[in-house]
């Protein structure tokens, strides 16, 4: 199965320029802990609700804050055409709980979380094997207060 049949197409994105504010209701008001961030109709970055507590609030930083001063800048991404065993297995190594969706042109095209796959059809025994790598204990990971 590929990335494509479990994906979420319908991404919603922020810009560096926008405040965490922004992003943060954003987060709410569609129920979501990220959002890719875009400059120039690139995939610049990602932002979390964990960006937003540990990188702004933990700082001491206002909720007008720039989403480029605290996002992700080191992006992980998969490709819509690979396979969800081949994207499962390095989720679980690298940590990650959601990818942004390129295409081959390197455009956003959509979104996989952990949940896309607890959902689809034969892909619970991958979701369920990234889930304990990504849950195991110790070392370092991309949300530590100091920017990537």
């Known amino acids: 199965m590929k990335i494509r049949e479990a994906m979420t197409p319908d991404v919603r994105m922020v810009r560096p ?3 965490i504010r922004e992003a ?3 987060m709410a008001e569609l129920d979501i802990g990220a959002l890719p ?3 120039n109709d690139r995939l610049v970055g990602m932002i979390t609700d964990r960006d937003i507590a540990v990188r702004a609030v933990a700082e001491g930083r206002g909720a007008e804050t720039r989403i480029g ?3 992700t800048n080191d992006i992980k991404y998969c490709y819509e055409d690979q396979t969800i065993e081949e994207v499962m297995r390095n989720m679980g190594e690298q940590r990650l709980r959601r990818l942004p969706v390129l295409n081959r042109d390197k455009r956003l095209v959509g979104i996989l979380s952990l949940g896309d ?3 689809e059809r034969g892909a619970q025994d991958e979701a369920g094997q990234a889930l304990g790598g990504i849950s195991r204990p110790g070392g370092e990971h991309s949300q530590a207060t100091q920017r990537h």
């Open 37 to 39: 961030v875009q400059d």
């Open 69 to 71: 001063d605290v996002m």
């Open 117 to 119: 796959l607890a959902l």
């Open 24 to 26: 943060a209701h954003l």
């Open 17 to 19: 320029d926008q405040t």
